[in-house]
């Protein structure tokens, strides 16, 4: 018998406490994620992780950009979240779960370990990239946001070339890509995003560049 996945999760209350009161909604540049793993953690089944809003699962979302374009792509109909199906996105996420805390505590590397996973599980050519946390995304006003908390991070892509290899790998998710486009060119189309892909975008627009020189998207 196939045994259920348990992702990490983290209690809401203690959250709220160490964001200074109820989540805010959207987006919002907060406490580093080193910080939130000093938390309490859990590792709930997810079949029942996600009727629960007492607790946020918690999502590493990342996006790449490269001279203000960002990467999107096309949620197919096989995506383990079906809910977001046929979407638009800027975000490769995925849940933590407990092999990538090696059945302890989830410390601060072993959180970047999943983060990098989940990048090279979904694409190709990703050498080079330069990551950076840019904020949280907590949106309850949907039942995927009510038990998901978005810690978002930018990885800034190092060149022309390693834009253009970029590229999904053919045994991950089932996601389509559909190229590099400008922020105007994703809000024009807005209504064909996923929540979270949005408030990702605005966060990088209020991002502050200055510890990454050059390498601004």
């Not at 079949?47 to 203000?68: M, R, S, V």
């Not at 892509?157 to 991950?172: D, H, K, Q």
């Not at 089932?174 to 064909?192: C, F, N, V, Y």
Request: proline residues 4%; charged residues 25%.
């Amino acid at each position: 018998m196939k045994v259920e996945e348990e992702v990490f999760c983290l209690g809401r209350g203690d959250l709220e406490q160490l964001f200074g009161g109820a989540l805010p909604q959207g987006a919002f540049i907060g406490p580093d994620p080193r910080r939130v793993l000093a938390l309490p953690q859990a590792f709930i089944r997810r079949g029942e992780a996600e009727d629960n809003p007492a607790f946020k699962q918690l999502i590493p979302y990342q996006l790449f950009c490269f001279q203000e374009r960002f990467f999107v792509y096309r949620r197919g109909g096989g995506v383990g979240e079906g809910r977001l199906a046929g979407r638009l996105s800027v975000g490769i996420g995925g849940h933590i779960n407990r092999e990538d805390a090696g059945g302890a505590h989830l410390s601060a590397a072993a959180y970047q370990a999943a983060l990098m996973r989940e990048r090279v599980e979904e694409l190709v050519n990703v050498e080079g990239v330069v990551d950076r946390f840019v904020g949280w995304i907590n949106d309850d006003a949907s039942a995927v946001g009510r038990v998901h908390l978005g810690a978002v991070h930018l990885g800034v892509m190092p060149g022309v070339e390693a834009c253009r290899a970029l590229g999904i790998r053919g045994e991950g998710e089932d996601i389509h890509p559909l190229g590099w486009w400008s922020m105007t060119e994703i809000l024009a189309q807005g209504e064909r995003f996923e929540q979270w892909a949005l408030l990702a975008v605005e966060l990088v627009a209020r991002m502050d560049w200055s510890p990454l020189g050059d390498s601004r998207c």
